[in-house]
């Protein structure tokens, strides 16, 4: 009788018929088309027939009607294999293609390795959580482990005595400066705005509307100028860095520079943390001008209230505590989201997938530690009154 899972139907289709025949061996017959994007007959009948009493004298496989096959069917027939051997049940392959018995022949030619198939032993809670704690700490000894050599990287920075080249540090500087203004000014207008809408909403209210250029300006220069940009180069910047990184990584061209008796922090790392330390505050500057003209787009469009106006407002109400606290978060922030990058590339695998992971690993980094840090802060600035 034909074998399916549930998820399909009982079609000519990827079928298999498994029957006792007169001689008491046990007969599996494939026919139709057989494909991977396919669902896997059942295993079943074939292990209820070898199980039954008395046993199959052997296993004898057919394929009179089989029209189109590929490595699935040699999956089945494998496994059917085993199942045989394990209840000492001989198989004869005399009816299958001549180039699947090759393969199957093939196969067998090498051995599989005793302990090619580890033991899935199940592991408690416990030992979960034990795992757990052992990979943390793993990971915090070795994000302190860069962190020291990125110290005696830039102690050695301020000697006079790292080595990198000058052209790498200017080609940082134009990816992560010039060429992140198109990303860093469409973010920051549109938060202004969405910040100014939603103020001006409330604050029409009361007849409150010119306190939008107190709250969008506030906002954007002590918190979100930093913040929005820090994020936009994390996805942006950080990513690319963790790419990068990764790449040279798998082609071993990190080990190269260590074999040559080159620092691949002092090299590879310091351009791009000097890049980010020089770039972030300018960007961070101009993201907060965006961010103010965004809402003063909406105080001349909505509430009415002039450009000039608006202007003033916005100086009377930001001061220079508040624009060097957001520089100062920028700066961190930059530390922080090229620390990550390098981070995660210098920690890539060995294969191409890893750059992907190391990219993505560098981006929920990044983001973490900058709004950790805000926090931090947003804190810190309480206590000290600023």
């Known amino acids: 009788m034909p074998l399916f899972t549930a998820d399909d139907e009982p079609t000519r289709e990827d079928r298999v018929n498994v029957r006792r025949a007169s001689d008491g061996a046990l007969l599996i ?94 592991r408690s809670w416990l030992a979960r ?49 010039a060429d992140a203004l198109p990303i860093v000014s469409l973010i920051s207008y549109l938060v202004g705005i969405i910040l100014a809408f939603m103020g001006a909403v409330q604050l029409q209210q009361f007849g409150a509307a010119i306190y939008v250029a107190d709250l969008v300006g506030i906002g954007i220069v002590r918190e979100m100028g930093a913040m929005m940009t820090a994020i936009i180069m994390a996805g942006r910047t950080g990513a690319a860095f963790a790419a990068r990184l990764g790449t040279m990584k798998v082609t071993q061209e990190i080990d190269a520079f260590t074999t040559m008796g080159i620092s691949p922090m002092e090299f590879l790392v310091l351009p791009r943390v000097i890049a980010l330390i020089l770039m972030m505050p300018l960007l961070c500057l101009y993201s907060d001008l965006l961010g103010i003209m965004g809402g003063a787009t909406i105080g001349a469009g909505m509430l009415n209230i002039s450009f000039s106006t608006y202007w003033r407002e916005t100086i009377y109400a930001v001061s220079f505590g508040d624009l060097a606290g957001g520089l100062f978060k920028a700066t961190v922030y930059g530390v922080l989201i090229a620390y990550a990058g390098c981070l995660r590339g210098f920690q890539c695998g060995n294969s191409s997938s890893a750059v992907g992971d190391a990219a993505t690993a560098a981006v929920v980094t990044a983001i973490v530690m900058i709004v950790s840090a805000c926090g931090l802060f947003a804190l810190l600035f309480n206590i000290l009154g600023i």
Do not use: Y
């Open 129 to 177: 959580v034990g795992l757990a704690a052992v990979e943390l700490g793993k990971g915090g000894a070795d994000f302190l482990d860069f962190l020291g050599q990125l110290a005696l990287a830039m102690i050695n920075l301020a000697r006079g005595r790292a080595r990198f080249r000058a052209a790498d540090l200017l080609e940082v500087i134009q990816q992560t400066g």
């Open 29 to 122: 017959e494939f026919s139709g088309t057989w494909r991977i994007g396919r669902a896997m007959p059942s295993f079943a009948q074939v292990e209820d027939e070898l199980s039954a009493a008395p046993p199959p004298r052997a296993v004898k496989l057919q394929a009179r009607e089989l029209r189109e096959w590929d490595s699935s069917l040699l999956i089945f027939v494998t496994r059917i294999e085993e199942l045989a051997r394990g209840h000492r049940v001989a198989v004869e392959r005399s009816g299958l293609p001549p180039g699947l018995t090759r393969l199957l022949e093939m196969a067998e030619m090498v051995p599989e390795r005793s302990d090619a198939r580890p033991a899935a032993a199940p």
